[in-house]
């Protein structure tokens, strides 16, 4: 069976723009180009928020730095999010 590839694109989410923004061009370049080529992209996000009472590898990395201050990427902090 012949092997079939696709693009996945993470976390490209407005709340991410201070942290990710820089890549934007190059994503949608990279979009663009699998799409001219026939090729399925998918697109997925995963929002956290601090008290979400989930915890992970990206937790354990970060720890509670940049909580308070609300400069720690791993969490959105706008009641509603931007998505």
Known sequence: ??????LLTMDMT????PYVGYLNDNIAALQS??????L???????I???DDGLYGALDR????????SRENPTYIYL????L
């Open 1 to 6: 069976r012949p092997r079939r590839i696709c």
């Open 14 to 17: 407005e709340d991410y723009r």
């Open 33 to 38: 180009s699998f799409r001219s080529k026939g």
């Open 40 to 46: 399925p992209v998918f697109t997925s996000n995963w």
């Open 48 to 50: 956290r928020r601090p």
């Open 61 to 68: 990395f970060y720890g509670s730095a940049g909580v308070r």
């Open 79 to 82: 009641e509603n999010g931007t």
